[in-house]
């Protein structure tokens, strides 16, 4: 016989420990099914060895083989391993009408309705606008750049307390200074009675008599099942979708959108080599993120850009000159020159339409389609371009990413299991509740219908907070 | 990964000789790639005849041949005119036939075509050639491979990841784990910043 519980929440990230939290204050016994393990601040390193890497992160590729894709695989889930830049997306975010001519977000969700829920996850993690002396040496010529051409340029937002600036943030923090959930939700969470059991992997979930039964393999590779009355599927972009495509001989009712509407929050990433003559920006020094995010193309341009700090390898295997070798003794030697006292990596982040795809593939498991599409080309070019002119005024040399044939890391996925107003195209209510299926919900990144503007971990926190006061008041 | 629908592609489609190439490309570099997730994820890499660390010398025309590629995508210390390390000075072919043995047990199915390639061009197989002969086979052979990008990357990693080696990331000046540098004039141009939003969030 299944145990049973009144919630059993499926990932232990944003999605899931905020709701796993919520749902036990309010009295509910709750389960929560993580796939990774636990691991502290003793057990991360300051490696960007794939080996080490793949312990804390699910690392997987498109279909076609040209993009990865990231995301959290341990207790905490992305919050473990993201950059921690937890800005709140902008209010015109919400009223972002795709290329189909469809408004994605909910008539319910905007800024507006989600600044409480944002005010509730800045509290629990400690999130606060960086000073200037936490800004890196990255961070400061990124905003010399802009200001050279009178553009603006912000300190972001983070949930970092005590930051020794060096630069592993996403490999984990070993000095524990950035709050992720293993520091406020999930403690919390589990002193108010929340069971977290990880190793867990869900396979499916089907009807039960009351609310759903969860099918899960365990640490030993054995299936079990946990039956809930509500069950909040929150497993990440990916492997949500994943979840619910399994599920569908058994929930029949599934929208035939699950699993589409992939997107990469509209990152276009690119570096900026530096001019000759300029001091050295030693841009291995620092958090990941370089501290500071511009608005100063988001009205005429509709992006924010993010510049962050770069070890080695993140420059050099992903970055080289258009027209010139990505590798052999020039491409060593021009990466030597440049690296680390004259180079800027950032990001491009602003609403896309998302065209991308998971389904399951032949042996039953998650494949991404994630095709450089006629939109997509035209965002990339739209978008870059303004970033051309940054860097022609400033005399600096524009490092392309994307497309240009290397393979493109990508780790804000969005989008899959999408909250919406039509049932046609979205997955689930605006209440993040799954159609035809009361009691069932999406929570993660996955119910987020579009790119956010900004980095999108924020978003997905506080939309998870409203779902869970949704969840609390009717359930 | 469908390694399932690759492998029917590669066996339906009508295949000249480049696509062939291409597709076989592709399969070894992915079957590789995900056969070592399979090995980190049960903790065990097949080591049968790998020879020990450090560094393997080549002894085989294959090794002779992967040696070549992996000097030629990262020239080392006797290729640089500068003598600055590369790929075969951090350990990239100990790495190539111990963490990512996968590859090198596919590797046969297509050093032929840069060796081929070779031939044509200079008469000599890869592994005889110098550094400008080897780019220029390299250079003319990209055409013809799939996911070369990928066999770049791999071939890159361990002299900028520094996974057995930290020479390359000294090269780099990259310092790799440190104790951080909180300490550090973080006060970089500020004087030259302006900013939007008074907290760091548009409304």
């Known amino acids: 016989m299944a145990s049973t519980f009144d919630a059993v929440i499926v990932g232990s990230g944003f999605g899931g420990a905020i709701p796993a939290l919520r749902l036990a204050q309010a009295g509910k016994k709750v389960l929560v099914l993580e796939q990774g393990r636990v691991y502290t601040e003793q057990d991360f390193k300051q490696s960007w060895d794939l080996k080490y890497l793949s312990n804390i992160l699910n690392i997987t590729t498109s279909d076609d083989y040209a993009t990865f894709f990231r995301s959290g695989m341990a207790l905490g889930g992305g919050s473990v391993v993201f950059s921690g830049l937890m800005n709140r997306s902008p209010s015109e975010t919400f009223q972002f009408v795709d290329d189909n001519g469809y408004k994605v977000w909910p008539a319910a969700v905007?800024?507006?309705?989600?600044?409480?829920?944002?005010?509730?996850?800045?509290?629990?993690?400690?999130?606060?606008?960086?000073?200037?002396?936490?800004?890196?040496?990255?961070?400061?010529?990124?905003?010399?750049?802009?200001?050279?051409?009178?553009?603006?340029?912000?300190?972001?937002?983070?949930?970092?307390?005590?930051?020794?600036?060096?630069?592993?943030?996403?490999?984990?923090?070993?000095?524990?200074?950035?709050?992720?959930?293993?520091?406020?939700?999930?403690?919390?969470?589990?002193a108010a009675g929340v069971e977290f059991k990880t190793g867990c992997r869900a396979m499916q979930i089907l009807p039960a008599a009351a609310g759903y039964e969860v099918q899960y393999t365990g640490p030993d590779d054995t299936l079990s099942s946990v039956q809930g009355t509500i069950v909040i599927v929150a497993a990440g972009t990916i492997y949500s979708a994943e979840l619910l495509l399994r599920s569908k001989p058994s929930l029949t009712q599934l929208s035939d959108q699950v699993g589409q509407n992939f997107n990469n929050n509209g990152v276009v990433r690119f570096g900026i080599e530096l001019a000759d003559g300029l001091p050295s920006i030693e841009c291995y020094k620092g958090m990941d993120s370089a501290?500071?995010?511009?608005?100063?193309?988001?009205k005429d341009y509709g992006i924010t850009i993010e510049a962050g700090t770069s070890p080695?390898?993140?420059?050099?295997?992903?970055?080289?000159?258009?027209?010139?070798?990505?590798?052999?003794?020039?491409?060593?030697?021009?990466?030597?020159?440049?690296?680390?006292?004259?180079?800027?990596?950032?990001?491009?982040?602003?609403?896309?339409?998302?065209?991308?795809?998971?389904?399951?593939?032949?042996?039953?498991?998650?494949?991404?389609?994630?095709?450089?599409?006629?939109?997509?080309?035209?965002?990339?070019?739209?978008?870059?371009?303004?970033?051309?002119?940054?860097?022609?005024?400033?005399?600096?040399?524009?490092?392309?990413?994307?497309?240009?044939?290397?393979?493109?890391?990508?780790?804000?996925?969005?989008?899959?299991?999408?909250?919406?107003?039509?049932?046609?195209?979205?997955v689930a209510d605006g209440n993040g509740q799954i159609r035809n299926y009361p009691g069932l919900f999406v929570s993660d990144s996955s119910a987020i219908p579009c790119g956010t503007g900004v980095n999108p971990s924020t978003t997905i926190a506080a939309n998870a907070e409203r779902i869970a006061q949704y969840i609390v008041t009717n359930w | 990964m469908d390694m399932t629908k690759l492998l029917d592609d590669v066996v339906k489609r009508e295949l000249n000789r480049r696509e062939f190439?291409?597709?076989?490309?592709?399969?070894?570099?992915?079957?590789?790639?995900?056969?070592?997730?399979?090995?980190?994820?049960?903790?065990?890499?097949?080591?049968?005849?790998?020879?020990?660390?450090?560094?393997?010398?080549?002894?085989?025309?294959?090794?002779?041949?992967?040696?070549?590629?992996?000097?030629?995508?990262l020239p080392g210390r006797t290729s640089d005119p500068g003598g600055a390390p590369g790929a075969v000075d951090v350990g990239t072919m100990d790495f190539a036939y111990d963490k990512f043995y996968g590859v090198v047990q596919e590797l046969p199915l297509v050093l032929p075509l840069f060796n081929a390639e070779a031939q044509n061009q200079f008469g000599k197989p890869l592994y005889e050639l110098d550094l400008a002969q080897r780019t220029a086979v390299l250079k003319s052979s990209e055409t013809m491979l799939g996911l070369i990008d990928q066999i770049y990357m791999f071939l890159k990693g361990p002299f900028y990841i520094g996974i057995i080696s930290t020479l390359g990331l000294e090269y780099m000046g990259d310092p790799g784990p440190n104790l951080g540098y909180r300490n550090q004039d973080f006060s970089f141009y500020k004087p030259m910043s302006n900013e939007m939003t008074s907290d760091g969030n548009l409304p």
């Open chain 1, 291 to 298: 501290g500071v995010m511009t608005y100063a193309y988001w």
């Open chain 1, 110 to 190: 905007n800024r507006q309705v989600l600044d409480p829920y944002y005010d509730m996850v800045e509290s629990m993690m400690q999130v606060r606008q960086a000073t200037w002396n936490e800004v890196s040496k990255t961070g400061g010529m990124f905003a010399k750049l802009l200001d050279n051409v009178g553009l603006t340029c912000d300190r972001a937002r983070f949930p970092y307390v005590n930051c020794r600036q060096c630069g592993y943030c996403e490999a984990g923090c070993i000095y524990g200074a950035k709050q992720s959930l293993m520091h406020n939700y999930i403690p919390q969470a589990q």
């Open chain 2, 21 to 73: 190439f291409k597709w076989i490309a592709q399969a070894s570099v992915v079957v590789s790639l995900f056969g070592l997730m399979d090995q980190i994820s049960c903790g065990t890499v097949p080591k049968t005849g790998v020879p020990a660390s450090p560094y393997m010398v080549p002894q085989t025309a294959d090794e002779k041949t992967v040696y070549a590629l992996c000097d030629t995508v």
């Open chain 1, 312 to 426: 080695a390898s993140i420059f050099t295997l992903n970055i080289h000159r258009a027209g010139e070798l990505g590798w052999g003794l020039g491409f060593k030697q021009w990466a030597h020159a440049v690296y680390p006292s004259k180079l800027i990596i950032a990001n491009i982040m602003g609403p896309v339409t998302g065209e991308g795809q998971v389904y399951l593939n032949s042996n039953n498991l998650p494949s991404v389609h994630f095709p450089l599409t006629q939109n997509l080309s035209t965002y990339i070019a739209s978008k870059i371009a303004p970033i051309q002119a940054l860097a022609t005024a400033n005399n600096a040399y524009l490092l392309q990413t994307m497309p240009s044939g290397y393979m493109y890391s990508i780790d804000h996925m969005l989008g899959t299991c999408r909250m919406g107003d039509d049932p046609a195209r979205s």
